[in-house]
């Protein structure tokens, strides 16, 4: 593997924790004193309906089966990009509600941090343990479809501008 590549992938890493704490000290940690039921029960929207439901949209027709579309969108799009919109909204002065926003933007981030991180291992080995099975009872899978070589994102150096 390329030293650089490998680098940049655990830099990336770090500095997305890095600034997934700062939100949590900076933004969450305030927005807490403002909780309330309707936030939190759009923030559990969000991490579910919200997302789940555009994510297995998009992969309808893809020939994945039920257990993977679960797994992508409880797994799937999340993160800092949450936390950067968040932030670019709260400069907008002139949006109405912005600081209701905010503060629902930073309890789904901070539930999203806290669930995730709970369910990652359990719904990992549930989720390894179904591919495992399907396979062993000779199911063919598109999850277990080799990527062909010129799909394969090439590396940094071999790209052309």
């Known amino acids: 593997p390329d030293p650089a590549a490998h680098f940049t992938e655990h830099l990336g890493e770090l500095l997305a ?3 997934l704490l700062v939100f949590g000290a900076v933004l969450l940690g305030p927005t807490l004193e403002h909780l309330s039921w309707r936030i939190v029960g ?3 929207l969000s991490l579910t309906v919200v997302r789940m439901v ?3 949209l998009a992969l309808a027709g893809s020939g994945l089966r039920g257990p993977t579309v679960a797994y992508i969108g409880w797994f799937g799009p999340r993160g800092l990009a949450s936390v950067v919109l968040g932030l670019l909204l709260l400069e907008e002065e002139h949006v109405q509600g912005v600081e209701l926003m905010a503060r629902v933007v930073a ?3 901070g539930l999203s941090v806290l669930l995730h991180g709970v369910t990652a ?3 990992a080995d549930r989720y390894g343990d179904w591919h495992e099975k399907a396979t062993t009872a000779g199911g063919k899978l598109r999850e277990g479809t080799p990527v062909p ?3 394969r994102v090439a590396p940094r150096r071999n790209r052309r501008p």
Do not use: R
């Open 42 to 44: 759009y923030a559990i």
């Open 107 to 109: 309890v789904t981030v």
């Open 149 to 151: 070589e010129s799909a």
């Open 54 to 56: 555009p994510v297995a």
């Open 121 to 123: 291992v359990a719904l």
């Open 17 to 19: 924790s890095l600034s």
